[in-house]
């Protein structure tokens, strides 16, 4: 362990020596470099996305082959970047999961704002945090109800604590028929 640590430190001293003392230096010496890359030309990588687009398309076999051999030969590490990234985004993964299920419904139309929604399932997220326990975003009007069914739209959504939602269930509303 200390073998690499003095790597480490060895190469942060060698590597100053190629960086510019100045930050404002450094910057423009980078803009510079950038502007003479063949990538930075405007128009350059459309061109390069379309060159690969063609590639892809007649070499479909040999890249799908590789991609699926990527994926064998790093299970662990794609299920471990898959999963962090799920945690650091757990309230865009429910906000997606309940529109699935609203769409399974039928309940979201076209006009309803994805945006507004999903902050919704923010808040529920930063509640949780802040409180220390849990909130959900619950449909004012179920959407599955013996009597009537509301839209997943974000005129129907609040967030309540989650034992308040669960104890609500799809059994009361606001101005529900006796």
């Not at 757990?90 to 419904?105: D, F, N, P, W």
């Not at 959407?143 to 939602?165: F, K, T």
């Amino acid at each position: 362990m200390r073998d690499i640590e003095k790597k480490r430190a060895y190469m942060r001293e060698y590597m100053k020596s190629y960086r510019y003392p100045d930050a404002d230096q450094h910057r423009t010496y980078m803009r510079e470099y950038t502007k003479k890359q063949y990538w930075a030309k405007p128009g350059e990588r459309k061109k390069r996305l379309e060159r690969f687009k063609t590639w892809a398309k007649k070499n479909a076999d040999s890249l799908s082959e590789s991609r699926r051999s990527y994926r064998d030969k790093n299970k662990s590490r794609l299920a471990a970047l898959n999963a962090s990234h799920k945690k650091k985004n757990r309230a865009y993964y429910s906000a997606c999961e309940m529109k699935r299920h609203a769409t399974k419904l039928h309940a979201t139309p076209k006009w309803a704002s994805g945006f507004f929604i999903s902050e919704a399932y923010d808040l529920a997220k930063l509640r949780s945090k802040a409180t220390g326990f849990k909130w959900q975003v619950d449909h004012i009007v179920p959407l599955r109800s013996p009597i009537v069914s509301g839209l997943h739209v974000e005129y129907n959504l609040q967030v309540i604590p989650a034992l308040q939602n669960q104890k609500k269930s799809n059994r009361i509303w606001p101005d529900m028929p006796n």
